[in-house]
């Protein structure tokens, strides 16, 4: 049985708004207070207006299906409310657990390969919808000279600061790169020393996540 797609957004611009009053909220709570930690954030995650924008988000990127073969075209047809509905749904309870990923893999220059865990639709929502909550937070302690994976920051930004600096008499560049962090041996160590950074609660996200950090359960 599938269910009429309705409204892309029944709230229209509204999500977007409210998210981001939320996310600003969260910034300048955790700007003023370094020490804080945020507790009980999972009401904002199963929130209507966030898992809105994390949709409006994962379909922007586009992405292949799943494990379970469910593509965004298939949400649509679905039903995309009905999906977030449910999806809310398991969250608000404390049992939504990520699925196990589609494992690929991509050619690399020097003959290896890379993995790639392909969550489901789904995943990568309940994912958007954490990230929307939890990263205003984060933000706040970065410092100015931190360009990698943070909004609104680019690779352009960090070559542009080291243009400037060497045009002060700065010389040295240190390239530094952890390789295969979570997948080399030893990982499951790892993993406990950032499951609970310390602005992060305990129930500060859902639980059972931890795939998240590594890519992904067990692979198919």
């Known amino acids: 049985m599938t269910g009429g797609t309705g409204s892309n957004n029944p709230g229209g611009g509204d999500s977007a708004v409210k998210v981001r009053q939320l996310q600003r909220r969260l910034w300048v709570a955790a700007k003023r207070s370094p020490d804080r930690r945020f507790h009980a954030l999972m009401d904002r995650i199963w929130r209507a207006d966030i898992l809105w924008e994390a949709w409006r988000h994962v379909k922007r990127n586009r992405g292949a299906a799943g494990i379970d073969g469910e593509t965004l075209a298939g949400v649509e047809q679905y039903g995309i409310e009905r999906m977030l509905s449910e999806l809310g749904a398991v969250l608000r309870a404390g049992t939504y657990r990520p699925p196990p990923v589609r494992r690929r893999y991509i050619p690399k220059a020097d003959g290896r ?49 080291l243009r400037v600096h060497g045009a002060r008499g700065g010389n040295h ?23 609970f950074p310390p602005r992060q609660g305990e129930r500060a996200a859902p639980p059972g996540i931890e795939p998240w950090a590594h890519g992904g359960n067990d692979m198919s």
Request: hydrophobic share 40%; net charge positive.
């Open 113 to 161: 390969q890379r993995p790639l865990g392909i969550p489901t639709v789904r995943d990568r929502v309940a994912q958007m919808a954490a990230t929307l909550v939890l990263e205003p937070i984060f933000e706040a302690d970065f410092r100015p000279s931190s360009y990698g994976f943070r909004p609104k920051r680019r690779a352009t930004q960090a070559l542009e600061t």
């Open 173 to 195: 560049v240190l390239d530094a790169d952890i390789r295969d962090y979570f997948g080399a041996p030893g990982q499951a160590g790892r993993f406990q020393r950032v499951q």
